[in-house]
Each structure stands twice: as C-alpha cells, then as structure tokens.
C-alpha cells in the first residue's frame, strides 16, 4: 500500500461549484497534513497546513483532517478558472520529510 | 516567504552527458531539497541538501549518479551524471524555513533526455 493516495482525476467542474478532493493514508502516527497547488509548469505552492482532526479554513478554502479514517480533504467553495489546476496533498513524516500524493487535477470551467 | 530560482529553465541533453542544476533562495534556510517530477505524477524526494556535508540520499538515488553541493544557506546544486532518456523530467529545488511546514519549491527545470 502506498503511504498517500489520492485520486488523480482528472476532475472538470462548472465555475461556482463546490469542489472535493481527497487523500488516503496509510500510517496513523502521521500528524501533519498539507495540500499544494501547482499550477502547469510551475512548482508547488503551500494552500493549507494542518496538523489536527477537524476543520481549518482560509477564504474559500476548507482543510479537514479524519485521523481515525486516516482520510484528508480539500473542499473549495464557489470555484474560480484561476482554481483550475493540480492539487497535491503533502503529509510530514518527520521533521525533515514530506511525502506527497499524485496530485489531482482540477479543471473549472467558466 | 522565500522565493526560488531555478537555473536552466529546461535544457534538451544528450544521452551519456551531465547536466548541473542551480537553486538560489532570496534568504537563508535550513533546508533545501531536490525532488523529480514525471509527467502526470507526483513529486519524488531525490535527497536533502546539508550545507557543509554530503548530501542524505533517499533509498533508489545515489550520488554517484546525482551529486548534489550545498555550499552556503542560500544555493545548492544537483548534477545529473550520465544521463539516459529515463532521466527526463522535471527537477525542483524545495527549501524549508523556519517553521516545519514552510517548504517552497522553484519553478523546476525540465530535462529531455535524447
């Protein structure tokens, strides 16, 4: 079993949808979580960091962590074109690594 | 926030040579890194740059086949060495500051293989 997993889409929503996306994990020890954007061609960028159950939110964007499900996902509301892109989870497995998941890309149609 | 640059862009090399990769970051940090990225799928760690000392290689990458520098807080290379068309892809320079989770990424440099 691979240590993250995530759908790899892609996914193609209407402009004002609501958009889901989600990661597997597989080690319960794991605590902190993170989700990247990265636009065609360019590096990753930190969206959200968490490192708790429950929810965290930032403007349109939602984190939320289910520890006991080892389940992340990314909810992001009323959705823009400039949203359209490649959303990668990211999980700390120690202070100095970060593994990532395949990354999901998301196409919002105006 | 840090902000990473990249050196070359994307650069088309002969099978058998060796291509060096510049990161410089706008400010000092503890950690660089350097993953590769195929097309469509995620980022794999290559190994952790460590100012002063060898660089610490993730399990299927070794320095032999890609030596990386780190001789300030500030910049760090990685060399691809002999390289075959399995090498192609996308290279990126990461930095961690201050807090652990800060980690920012270059805008990566694309590599064909021919």
């Known amino acids: 079993q691979k240590e993250v997993e995530q759908d790899p889409g892609p996914l193609s929503v209407p402009e004002g949808a609501i958009v889901s996306l989600n990661c597997t994990y597989s080690?319960?020890?794991?605590?902190?979580f993170m989700w990247y954007r990265q636009y065609s061609r360019k590096g990753p960028e930190l969206l959200m960091y968490t490192y708790s159950s429950g929810n965290k939110e930032d403007g349109r964007f939602t984190a939320q962590v289910d520890k006991s499900s080892k389940y992340i996902s990314l909810f992001i509301r009323d959705s823009q074109p400039s949203d359209s892109a490649t959303y990668l989870c990211a999980i700390e497995t120690s202070y100095d690594k970060v593994i990532f998941g395949p990354g999901t890309s998301l196409s919002v149609i105006p | 926030s840090a902000v990473i640059s990249q050196k070359p862009s994307r650069d088309i090399c002969q099978r058998g040579t060796s291509l060096t990769i510049q990161c410089q970051v706008d400010s000092q940090v503890t950690m660089m890194f350097w993953y590769r990225q195929q097309p469509g799928q995620s980022l794999t760690l290559i190994a952790t740059a460590n100012q002063g000392s060898e660089a610490t290689y993730e399990s299927g990458f070794v320095i032999d086949k890609f030596p990386i520098s780190r001789p300030n807080l500030t910049f760090s290379t990685l060399t691809v060495s002999n390289m075959s068309p399995e090498d192609s892809s996308i290279y990126l320079c990461?930095?961690?500051?201050?807090?652990?989770?800060?980690?920012?990424f270059g805008p990566g440099t694309r590599l064909t293989v021919t």
């Open positions: 080690n319960s020890a794991f605590q902190y």
């Open positions: 990461s930095a961690r500051g201050g807090s652990s989770y800060e980690q920012y």
